[in-house]
């Protein structure tokens, strides 16, 4: 065990957990990483190209090494950073990425083959045979390389969003984002904290600096306490910030049960969206390291990491520990080790400068640097540049602090390097409301960042307008921070990693420059350096110094790669929230829809709508014979279909009648009161756009269908063109869409059916109520309703709409008034079989290429008034003689069946793309004609009727040929409809 | 006398169930119709509105009890409002157009809706996890009113009390509202 005294955890609740199925104990306030070194475990996982052993590196999201499996079963949740994985009692975690136990992984002897596998080695390995890419190489790269595995089941967990607002966003709650968050609460100003830690305070949790002159930690729970007594405040702890996105908008995921055993029912995530007026960001900093040959080996961590270990945790990630370090930084963990009793064995400082702290029994050098180390599964010795050698188990090393600035660069901004810092710290445009202030901003040190935390939340909230509290200034002091620009020991004739996730070596920086990736970006690509859960956080900016060194540059010269969301990983089911399964997205249904289950519909996504496809009746063998009988029942006497998802749009006002006539091409000036008509709407561009139909119910009252893809569109259109394009006119448009249930009736005992239904007084006849008539009517004695004489079907047909909460009963009614006429309820297929034998256009032909033109409607577009789109319909290219005709099509040999799709090539031509003449757009099986009938796009074809041409589908290999007829298969002069 | 009879089914009735901290109901015969004020006619339709209501129309964004307590005026737009009232037959179109003397255009909504009301201490923590809109005591008092989305449907938000909402929805979609209401409530009661 390596447990030591003092560290902030709760050592009165014990937890058991297993680490590759060992027994281990921790306890609460342990991360896996701390209770894993608490426990003496140093080797915690393979690497990912070499399977080189590898231990716990840092102490926090920056992890690039201790990527471990948790939970088990469905719960199992691979590649995740044990040094941010909170423990509790019953934590299962497994080691990744090896064959047979982690001591003794078959695959290090990748390892071996080290010489070969240079940056760029697939791409320059596996390049012949094509044929073998996907079947034999990319199989047996995903099984050698790649981290942890999914369970491959479904995820059991839970997962939901949310939005929050505030004045200010404070992110990150250490010494500055305290500060900012204590200056604003004060204020009154409504304030969101979120940390990615479960226990606030950043690095005053890890390090022994006072603040005034109280523990740091205890100044920080101090701050915590107040904040969270503030009902202005929200403390968001367990939650990143991943994402700053326009307009103040911050993606942040919550960790609610990651913690626990169970998530018990509730979200085990929260991704929440985050609406500020204003942001601090205070996302503090990570220490990078410094390359040297064999820096890989389990016990060589960054310094911080150590001291945090030590300091926070109450472990000790070793027994004789090495510093070597490039800055007065790590000095510190030098001497917190020694003050907890640990023993320091040597302080290797790559400046030539003297000792900055008495480090008693500490061996000094200066000027100098770890050339190597040994150690098989773990570091036991290294080797300096002088060529001395220190026996240890731990090595601490510290090059320096790069400030947290990703967030600022969400927005393409790009960071500022600074000399004195050698580092990057926020420049360009900051995304809009954002300021940085503390680490992140680059002041380092403790008093500097209380300082600017507060200064910057004072002038954040100066800037909206609310008066800061007058406070003072918590007292602390500014360590001593100066740091040397120096990356990588020269020396180091062995492998020295610059990022440690991706296996990615000081050498395969400088090959890659070699071969002329010399590009950050491009060099980040070719290498892997800097991707992964980790995005290089610890090695990016070692490997921007190599290249930088390598091209003869500086770094700002070389410049960073563009850093995107998310800051950390952010699960695929916690973006996915709760829309899974049957609710991934909300759905309509039908007034009818609970009859239409009872009666055996099957059901089919229209948009978002459920809609009845077709009513299957025992014995039917397959959809066809259902459809078939639908057809031929309604043709026969009488159908009826939930025709509810055509929009509805009611129009009113003194100026409907002129709005109607702008918006449709054809004429609607003078359409009476009680009529109905079709009308087809053009885009600006002269393509049709939707079509339906506009009954006029009074003076001033219309209403207007439309096809149910378009509903919204249209009504969208229409609010467009009445509030911006004539605001004068006295036009008031809503929907109606949902609130009436409306139903064809359709066939030639449909006025007997509604006979029965429509109350008396309402004279139905064909002389009071014609073909294209409408008016309200009541129904079964007494209920309003609205009654249009219209066809889809080409029948003798009505619809008839009532309130949509009678919709249900409606139907019921309707089929049993229809009872004694063998009424047939159908579906959807039915209803496009015979609008296809109708020759009616439906969205397949109203697909936002075709014009009026097209559509055998050109003489319908008025060129006699002012409405969208008849002007640039008539453009010479939009009505030549040889466009494209809709047209009906029907194979010559009338056994065989049509297909969608197929294009259409005159006899005798090749089937290429020079010769393609149209497409058929939609075909049915005609039960009244006995064989397949298509409808489709032809040049020429209105001249062209009872021509034989070939229809080409290369897709399905198949070709017939077909005649060109009309599109009207039935009924052509429309004698049903009018009877 | 018809031998027929129609049923009203609308979706959600009866719907009242109540959970830790928050509870859901949908409101029973609940009738929403639209008025629409003529252009150039606005100053005789806010009177009428006046006369038949005993109160004027409310700003944009903002709802009243009008004094006799028997309806809520729901001013969603410059020249468009619902009246929200307590109506079973389906005749609530014409109860207000007479109210109104054809002074403005009116539309029935009843049935394009359906409402839901929630409420209890939980109930704005649940919207949290649903609604875009800011509902802060600050941001959004008692009477306010947008148009927001939830979960991809388009909703109508009313703050009727401390703690209760009056929320309306398409009533095609009802089953959806009502799913995405009881999982936020749910999660975090």
Known sequence: MSRIEGGLIDRSQTFRFTFNGKPMQGHAGDTLASALIANGQKLVGRSFKYHRPRGIFTAG?????????????????????ATVTELFDGLSAKSQNHRGPLEYDLMAMTDFAAPFLSAGFYYKTFMWPKAFWEKVYEPAIRASAGLGRLSMQEDPDIYDKGFLHCDLLVIGAGPAGLQAALTAGRAGARVILADEDFLPGGRLNAETLEVDGMAGH??????????????????????????????????????????????????????WRLYSKRAVLAAGATERPIAFGNNDRPGVMMAGAVRSYVNRFGAAPGKRIAVFTNNDDGWRTAKDLHDNGLEVAAVIDSRDRSPLLDIPGARYIRGAGVRDTAGRKGISRITLTDDQMVDIDCMAVSGGWNPNVHLTCHQRGRPRWRDDLCAFVPGGTLPAGMVVAGAANGALTLAAALAEGAAQAEAQLKDLGITPAAATLPRAEDEPGEAAAFWHVKESAKRAWVDLQNDVTV?????ANQEGFRSVELLKRYTTMGMATDQGKTSNIAGLAILAEQAGKTIPEVGTTIFRPPYTPVPIGALGGRARGRDFRPYRLTPSHEWAKANGATFVEVGNWLRAQWYARPGEKGWRDSVDREVEMTRGSVGICDVTTLGKIDVQGRDAAAFLNKVYANGFAKLAVGKVRYGLMLREDGIAYDDGTTARLSENHYVMTTTTANAVLVFRRLEFARQCLWPNMDVHLISTTDGWAQFAVAGPNARNLLRKVVDEGFDLSNEAFPFMACGEVRVCGGTPARLFRISFSGELAYEIAVPARYGNSMMGVLMEAGKEYDAVPYGTEALGVMRIEKGHAAGNELNGQTTAHNLGMG????????????VLSQRPEMIRDDAIKLMGFKPVDPAKKLIAGSHFIASGNKATMANDEGWMTSVAYSPSLGHSIGLGFIKSGDTRKGEIVRAVSPVHGVEMDVEICSAHFIDPEGERLRV | MSEFHLTAEPPLAGYDKAFAGASLKAPADLALVSIALPLGGEDAAHKAIKAAYGCALPEVGKACATPRKTAHLLRLGVDQAFVVFEHAEPDAERVVAEALKGAAYTTDQTDVWVALDISGPKARDALERICPIDLHDDAFAI??????????????ILRTDEERWRLLSASSSARSFLHALETSVKNVS
Do not use: F
Request: proline share 3%; charged share 25%; with cysteine.
């Open chain 1, 61 to 81: 999201s920056e992890e690039p090494n201790a990527l471990v499996e948790l939970r088990g079963g469905a719960h199992q949740e691979p590649n995740t950073r």
């Open chain 1, 218 to 271: 205890a100044w920080a729970a101090q701050a915590v306490a107040e904040l969270s007594a503030m009902g202005n405040v929200r403390m968001m702890t367990r939650t990143t910030v991943y994402g700053a996105y326009d307009h103040g908008v911050y993606g942040a995921l919550e960790r609610c049960t990651d913690h626990l055993a169970s998530s018990d029912g509730k979200p085990r995530q929260i991704l």
């Open chain 1, 507 to 511: 050498k395969d920086i400088k090959l």
């Open chain 1, 859 to 870: 003489r319908m577009v008025s060129q006699t008034k002012e409405c969208i789109g008849n």
């Open chain 2, 143 to 156: 009477m306010d009113l947008a148009r927001t989305t939830m979960e991809h449907l388009g909703v109508i």
